[in-house]
Each structure stands twice: as structure tokens, then as C-alpha cells.
């Protein structure tokens, strides 16, 4: 089945470039996303990447796909207070259905001034 | 860009109740809603997806009798937490998928905190 996981929490210094990881089971996916919640509110997409792509960067936003080890990863440079929020990895899957989104558990970013 | 727009955003009601939460996409039509539950510090649980103009598909372990949805148009779902009971009590938010996206396009709403005392 599907299944997403990423770690739970990173801290990092204002400044600082911070690294959020994924990794997927489902090798059918298309596309994969990152998503970014701030407290109390819905989520945000902030980048998505083809599973056809290495590399995908979107000013402070860096997303890296190695499709042979179902790793996702997402860098922010330069983080800012701003960032901090809980940010979900999900993958976009099929079943008979229609497509949906697998989300993981969340890392929450922590960002120290 | 897409807009999705979901109220309430919080409400508070008696155990025994029935509470109704609006999904509405505002500048482009829903051929596809989703609503997702979140517990504190976990991830979104795809709660049932919708299609516009048919029934809902329920994920394993969702009573479709307690969560009931509808989507009458391709601009609005509706989600009512029938008898509610304080384990109900979540943070539940919608997202939607228009029929002209690009890639899957999923726009989610701002959320809904209940709170059945």
C-alpha cells in the first residue's frame, strides 16, 4: 500500500538553510508535492515535482528527487521565523477511484532567531 | 490562483448535535472534493472523496452514516457531522481538484476546528 514518511521535528537557526526528508513507497506515483501548515490553518502548496525530475527550484525552495530510493527532500534557504510551520510530504497516487494525495505525518520546523 | 473556501472555521456544539461544515471552491469548478481529518500533532486521514453529482467514496473505517457528504454542485460540498460526540471533535479541512488542472491541483481550505463538549 501507500505510505509516507518523513521526520517529526528539525531546528534550525534563522539564517540557516534547512533540510525537510520523505521517503515513499509507491513507485507509480506522478507527482509529488510539499505542503506547508501554519498553526490553526489549512495547507499551502508550495512545490510540486514531476517524478521524471532530479531537481526542482523555486527561489529559496529547492526540491531533490531520487526515484530509485523513493527520496524526497526539500531545502529552504536562508530560513526565515516565517518558516516555521508543519510541512507534509504527499504523494499523488491511483486507485480505482481517481487520483488522491498520501500525505505524511508532518515535521515541524522550528526556526530560532 | 484557486481558492477554496471552507466554513465554519471553528464552532463548538452540544454532544447529541448535528454540525455542518462548507467546502466551497470559489474561482474554479470542483469536479473532485476531498475532506481530511487532523488530529493534534498527526497527519491529514483522507476521510471520503466526492465527485460531483454522486456518492461519496468512503475510506476504510469512515461511517458514511456519521459523516455524511454531499456534493450538489461543482462548487460546493458539505460535510455533517451527524450525533456528534466529543471524539468527533477534530480539526477538519476540504480540498478540492478542478476539472482544468494541470497537475492534480488540490487547493485545500482553510480548515474547520470542532469542539463537541
Known amino acids: 500500500g501507500e505510505d509516507v514518511e518523513q521526520s517529526l521535528f528539525l531546528s534550525v537557526r534563522e539564517g540557516d538553510s534547512s533540510v525537510i526528508n520523505c521517503t515513499y513507497t509507491?513507485?507509480?506515483?506522478?507527482?509529488l508535492y510539499w505542503y506547508k501548515q501554519e498553526p490553526g490553518a489549512g495547507l499551502q502548496l508550495l512545490t510540486y515535482?514531476?517524478?521524471?525530475?532530479d531537481m526542482k527550484q523555486d527561489q529559496r525552495l529547492t526540491v531533490l528527487l531520487n526515484k530509485k530510493d523513493k527520496h524526497l527532500s526539500l531545502r529552504i534557504a536562508d530560513t526565515q521565523t516565517g518558516d516555521s510551520a508543519i510541512y507534509f510530504c504527499?504523494?499523488?497516487?491511483?486507485?480505482?477511484?481517481?487520483?488522491?494525495?498520501?500525505f505524511g505525518a508532518g515535521t515541524i520546523l522550528r526556526v530560532k532567531s | 490562483g484557486a481558492v477554496v473556501s471552507q466554513h465554519p472555521s471553528w464552532v463548538i456544539c452540544k454532544s447529541g448535535t448535528s454540525v455542518k461544515i462548507e467546502c466551497r471552491s470559489l474561482d474554479f469548478q470542483a469536479t473532485t472534493m476531498f475532506w481530511y481529518r487532523q488530529f493534534p500533532k498527526q497527519s491529514l486521514m483522507l476521510m471520503a472523496t466526492?465527485?460531483?453529482?454522486?456518492?461519496?467514496?468512503?475510506e476504510q473505517g469512515v461511517e458514511k452514516d456519521k459523516f455524511l457528504i454531499n456534493h450538489a454542485s461543482l462548487t460546493l460540498s458539505t460535510l455533517t457531522v451527524t450525533s456528534a460526540h466529543p471524539e468527533d471533535s477534530s480539526f477538519y479541512i476540504c480540498s478540492a481538484r478542478g476539472v482544468d488542472s494541470l497537475i492534480y491541483g488540490y487547493t485545500f481550505g482553510s480548515g474547520t476546528r470542532l469542539t463537541v463538549v
Open positions: 515535482i514531476f517524478s521524471n525530475m
Open positions: 466526492s465527485n460531483e453529482g454522486s456518492k461519496a467514496t468512503y
Open positions: 509507491d513507485s507509480s506515483s506522478t507527482y
Open positions: 504527499a504523494e499523488g497516487t491511483s486507485n480505482l477511484y481517481g487520483n488522491k494525495l498520501v
